[in-house]
């Protein structure tokens, strides 16, 4: 089975400055998908970002943007010039392009990010 | 786009008592998702349905759960003989696919369904 591990519960970081949260997953496939979802107070999950296991370019939208080392099953995502807005629980997640292993998303833990003005 | 839509937002109800929760998906999604989510935890998976069809169940989803999607539309969770443990929120997700497999489609989510029971 597949696990997500975020071993950051809590960051913080000044408005307009620069934040990097880790995520790590364990797999024993090849073939997979990963996500940043973020949930903000209202609860409503949203998608950040997301990346493909086969593609070694880093995935990026707007001032998010992630450092995925498939080697080290690493996938962190780099928030640049953090707004109020940002503020949320931000979840990393995996998802396996394998048709046995099912259609669910594996989530981890979870980092509660303050952005302060 | 109206959003996944769940009712209701907050449920409390004393042990024993059976409770159903509703979700609507966005109108054109063909798959269904439910997740739960305990406190300071990451959403757990409970089941998926491709329209009507239940593809995949967790081990998490006892024989006092139940989930249906009877149309293809709306989708029902039901907590059979409620237990302390079953306190959590209960997520709503939807996306649209064309195959039984899912990949790395958006998944856009309700804004869940707070359980207490007493």
């Known amino acids: 089975a597949q696990t997500v591990t975020q071993s950051q519960p809590e960051m913080s970081v000044q408005e307009a400055e620069t934040v990097t949260l880790s995520c790590t997953y364990d797999t024993s496939e090849s073939d997979y998908y990963l996500f940043w979802y973020k949930q903000p107070p209202s609860r409503q999950m949203i998608l950040v970002i997301r990346q493909e296991a086969y593609k070694q370019q880093n995935a990026t939208e707007n001032r998010f943007s992630v450092n995925f080392q498939k080697a080290a099953k690493s996938f962190s995502l780099k928030i640049s010039d953090s707004q109020l807005g940002d503020a949320a629980m931000y979840f990393c997640?995996?998802?396996?392009?394998?048709?046995?292993?099912?259609?669910?998303?594996?989530f981890g833990e979870g980092t509660q990010l303050t952005v302060n003005p | 786009d109206t959003g996944v839509s769940q009712d209701p937002r907050h449920k409390i109800t004393k042990r024993g008592q059976n409770v159903t929760f509703r979700c609507d998906p966005i109108?054109?999604?063909?798959?269904l998702y439910w997740y739960r989510q305990t406190l300071g935890q990451g959403p757990e998976f409970l089941t998926y349905f491709q329209n009507e069809a239940q593809l995949e169940k967790s081990r998490l989803l006892s024989d006092r759960f139940s989930a249906e999607r009877p149309k293809g539309s709306f989708s029902t969770l039901e907590i059979q003989r409620t237990e302390q443990g079953d306190s959590a929120m209960y997520l709503c997700?939807?996306?649209?696919?064309?195959?039984?497999?899912?990949?790395?489609?958006?998944?856009?989510f309700g804004s869940g369904t707070q359980l207490s029971v007493l």
């Open positions: 109108s054109e999604h063909n798959r």
């Open positions: 997640a995996y998802r396996s392009a394998t048709r046995a292993s099912g259609s669910r998303l594996t």
């Open positions: 997700a939807s996306s649209l696919g064309s195959d039984t497999f899912a990949t790395n489609e958006k998944l856009f």
